[in-house]
């Protein structure tokens, strides 16, 4: 494959740009369609005339249908977007950058999607797609999936399409979250994602954080202890990687916890856990739910999280190597690789 791109490259180069600009649109309106011509122009930074005339040519080929209500694909164009999808990986050296991203992260499993989500929306969302996809491939029959919250979590569970195991599987939330924005708690994207997946969920309604005496006595009530062995023994752990003071104001830290997560160098954090640089916990939020320790248990801990700026964070969390795989954007993976080679 690598040979046939290098050899496309130097005799066809108009061919390949032409067509990873038609990949780009079909690709675009396969995530945001139905889609009117100039936001999807305005989402791709192409001139409207240029949109106008691509959208003219896939509608010829039957790829895409255009309606009242705007632009999607066609079952025709949804093919050709999952056949192209590995050899333009390969021509845009997003393959080449998973490889890496492996080796410096050690990873069992690295997927990085075009974008930047911190520049573009969408790309959020594509990270949401690759996530159900990679989920697709490991989902066994009678699974326990844990899903932490989040805007990336939340991302995920609309990107949810009906899995073919997860009838028999059970979704959690892996950790407690009453007093977060409704739709970036784990408890209603749990649900909306094993709705959509076609599951089984529980919730856990428990605040987060936590004071030590509250934590005790809630941690002993039988409907929690419940919970809690299934979460604590989950095969398959989804969760997002955030940045320390975004995260530590969400959760409306007393200035003086504040104070200490600032001066201890905190930059990313995970499950309640906040790290520095060095991987090191500076930090910890008490938490009903998932554990680092418990991570070990997992046969599958997939981090999602996205965007040049959270590169730091991302890396601080991988220190240790708590999770096996990273569902990412170009732009932190970008930004990954550079800073590990300085």
Excluded at 247 to 260: H, V
């Amino acid at each position: 494959m690598r040979a046939l791109v290098d050899l496309q490259k130097r005799l066809f180069p108009d061919v390949l740009e032409i067509m990873q600009r038609r990949y780009q649109l079909l690709h675009y309106i396969h995530l945001m369609q139905p889609v009117g011509r100039r936001t999807l122009s305005d989402n791709i930074e192409l001139a409207e005339r240029t949109v106008r005339s691509e959208v003219e040519f896939l509608s010829k080929v039957g790829a895409v249908a255009v309606t009242s209500r705007g632009m999607h694909l066609t079952y025709e164009g949804q093919n050709i977007l999952e056949q192209l999808a590995e050899f333009i990986k390969d021509v845009t050296g997003i393959k080449v950058l998973e490889e890496r991203l492996k080796d410096t992260l050690r990873l069992d499993h690295a997927v990085v999607v075009p974008g930047d989500s911190d520049e573009l929306d969408w790309v959020k969302h594509e990270m949401g797609r690759a996530c159900v996809e990679y989920m697709r491939s490991v989902l066994k029959p009678r699974d326990t999936i844990a899903i932490t919250g989040g805007t990336t979590m939340a991302a995920v569970a609309e990107m949810m399409t009906p899995l073919q195991e997860a009838d028999h599987c059970m979704f959690v939330p892996a950790r407690g979250g009453l007093g977060e924005r409704v739709e970036n708690q784990a408890n209603t994207i749990c649900a909306e994602m094993a709705k959509k997946a076609r599951g089984d969920y529980r919730l856990l309604y428990v605040p987060d954080p936590l004071s030590e005496d509250s934590y005790q006595t809630i941690i002993e009530e039988p409907s929690i202890k419940e919970i809690l062995y299934m979460i604590r023994n989950a095969s398959i752990v989804v969760h997002g990687v955030g940045d320390a003071v975004m995260m530590a104001k969400r959760r409306k830290t007393s200035p003086q916890q504040m104070k200490n997560i600032q001066e201890r160098q905190a930059v990313g954090e995970a499950f309640g856990y906040y790290f520095n640089r060095k991987g090191e916990v500076v930090h910890k939020v008490r938490t009903v739910g998932l554990q680092l320790e418990d991570l070990k248990f997992a046969e599958h801990v997939i981090a999602v999280a996205g965007g040049r700026s959270k590169a730091q964070a991302i890396a601080s969390y991988f220190q240790p190597g708590q999770s096996n795989v990273l569902i990412t954007d170009e732009g932190a993976a970008q930004e990954l690789i550079r800073d590990n080679s300085l």
